[in-house]
């Protein structure tokens, strides 16, 4: 435990709490926060992330009466209980009415104080973009204030408050305010902002540069308190930092775990102290704290996933395992007519590496079933394989799976990935099916780095599906390549035209070839009434198919 000294000489100490609430479990949030409390009740200030209390994002829990009227109770405990630890300030974000007409509320940050609200600051910037849509929710605030105590005249923020930064918005500055501005007119001598924000891939050194670059323009020591877990298709990594007002690093909080510290933002920040995760590791850490949390806060305990003995379906257990231990995760092959039988080995094989629960179903006799009470329906249609016939056996798989799920209570676990479910290569109903799509937001180029970085030790998933060409195996010698544009390929053309939202011919302009570039961005539009009926997906890259993006289905457009 770190001391420092404030002006005048006084004993100070802050302790950040970086943890994982569960979104309306306002009396385990208030719980995990006391026992926190309890356990560094020599600290003269205690600091919880943004609306800890009933976790976020809560979305339209918000415009639940109950909800507000529980956390207004819950508030009242802690000023109870912060009587019971009179050396200790609470500062924890919380919704607030706003006792105004309607049922709009605040988004607060209340320190309290042996028994008292010492401050209520409201946030001020309400994010609308992306996954964010505060505004549906919350008023800005009217006023920001800085507050005194112990000795610190401190300047409490929320999340966005700290980001209207003109670097972070080349078009151009969204808000007009700039909330760590004001506090720093007003006197503040310690920045402290609390945060919910999410994680992509990358995004930790944006908030690194910048909470440092914030600390370093005014001259003052800031305290970034973020969530961690998994919330939904929302992951939070904390990573928590603490500057002093040379911008330099005086703690950086571990990714992906809840993490408790009593920091000293007075010493000099050491150079060298943050060194930023590797994107794919910190894809992979994020995609396990993403599904293991999903799946507990849930309330399911075990996972089953289709093996087709290639390379996402491996990948997706390697994750399962990694989350949840390989004795809750059962793989199952289903084998038809067109499976090779290296498919079910390597499945099998994989399992062996993992020690989950390995079955195999064969559903040639179920697919011949499926044919023969179709065929007088059919007689006048090609006879040929097709689609039809394709996506018959994707559902069969589909079926077999969810009856798993319902007699034994497993959560599937779809395993597309975001390159396939951007141009619709996947089965409605079928591989589709599932409680969580875990590499929803994973492109297949970065699925292959994922799996290279699973075997960087030792082989897990076998090298026969690391090296074989990617394949459905729903008609005879079917290849993937044979439909798309060879992967590192339309994942660029899909990066620019989904994460960057260009238009087709800024990225025919970019070199990209015009015909594949115009298929693949109307591949993208047709298929918007599959995504809409996906299971939810981790998020891990700047725009995912979710909440952050909201497409016309029943629409006609064209972006060339």
Not at 117 to 140: C, G, N, W
Request: net charge neutral; charged share 25%; aromatic share 10%.
């Amino acid at each position: 435990m770190c001391f420092f000294y404030f002006q005048g000489g006084l004993l100070m100490k802050i302790t950040v709490a970086q943890l994982n609430p569960i979104v309306g479990d306002i009396e385990g949030n208030l719980s995990k926060f006391v026992q926190v409390l309890s356990q560094h009740e020599d600290s003269d200030l205690l600091a919880a992330p943004e609306l800890f209390l009933v976790g976020y994002p809560p979305r339209d829990l918000l415009e639940r009466a109950w909800v507000i009227e529980k956390t207004q109770q819950a508030i009242q405990r802690l000023q109870k209980v912060s009587l019971e630890f009179p050396n200790t300030g609470l500062l924890m974000g919380v919704p607030s009415p706003t006792h105004q007409r309607g049922n709009k509320l605040y988004n607060s940050a209340l320190l309290i104080y042996r028994g008292s609200i010492l401050l209520t600051q409201h946030k001020s910037l309400m994010p609308t973009y992306d996954v964010f849509d505060e505004a549906r929710y919350f008023e800005p605030a009217a006023e920001i204030k800085t507050v005194d105590f112990k000795g610190e005249k401190l300047g409490i923020s929320i999340c966005e408050d700290a980001w209207n930064d003109p670097e972070l918005w080349p078009k151009g500055r969204i808000y007009s305010l700039d909330p760590i501005e004001i506090l720093a007119q007003k006197g503040a001598t310690l920045f402290i902002n609390i945060s919910a924000s999410p994680y992509h891939i990358g995004k930790e050194e944006i908030r690194y540069r910048h909470i440092s670059k914030q600390a370093r323009r005014h001259g003052i020591p800031f305290i970034y308190v973020n969530q961690v877990g998994g919330n939904d298709e929302l992951i939070f990594d904390g990573r928590s930092m603490c500057f002093d007002k040379e911008g330099q690093p005086t703690a950086v909080f571990p990714s992906f775990s809840e993490h408790v510290q009593t920091i000293d933002t007075r010493i000099p920040g050491t150079p060298g102290l943050y060194v930023p995760q590797g994107k794919i590791e910190s894809a992979y850490e994020a995609l396990i704290l993403g599904l293991r949390d999903y799946i507990y806060k849930c309330g399911f305990k075990k996972a089953v996933v289709g093996l087709s003995g290639g390379i996402d379906s491996a990948v997706t257990c390697c994750l399962a395992q990694a989350a949840i231990g390989g004795e809750s995760v059962l793989g199952i092959s289903m084998p038809s007519p067109y499976s090779s039988r290296g498919s079910v080995e390597d499945s099998r094989k994989l399992a062996e590496n993992l020690n989950f629960t390995f079955k195999e179903i064969e559903i040639s006799s179920i697919y011949r079933s499926y044919l023969k009470t179709l065929q007088e329906h059919f007689k006048d249609k090609d006879t040929e394989i097709g689609v039809t016939e394709e996506n018959i056996q994707a559902r069969i798989r589909g079926n077999i799976l969810m009856a798993f799920s319902n007699k034994y209570g497993y959560l599937v676990l779809s395993t597309g990935n975001k390159s396939e479910i951007s141009v619709g290569y996947c089965t409605l109903y079928g591989d589709m099916s599932g409680g969580l799509s875990v590499l929803a937001d994973v492109p297949k180029t970065l699925v292959y780095q994922l799996a290279e970085f699973i075997n960087r030790k030792e082989e897990i998933i076998p090298k026969e599906i690391m090296e074989k060409a990617p394949s459905a195996e729903l008609r005879p010698n079917q290849l993937d390549q044979d439909s798309l544009p060879p992967y590192p390929v339309l994942d660029k053309i899909l990066h620019y035209y989904i994460d960057q939202q260009s238009s087709v011919e800024e990225i025919i302009n970019m070199g990209f070839d015009r015909e594949t570039v115009r298929w693949v961005a109307q591949t993208v539009d047709r298929n918007e009434y599959k995504r809409k009926q996906a299971p939810p997906g981790l998020k891990v890259t700047t725009k995912a198919f979710g909440v952050g993006r909201r497409m016309p289905i029943a629409a006609k457009f064209h972006n060339s």
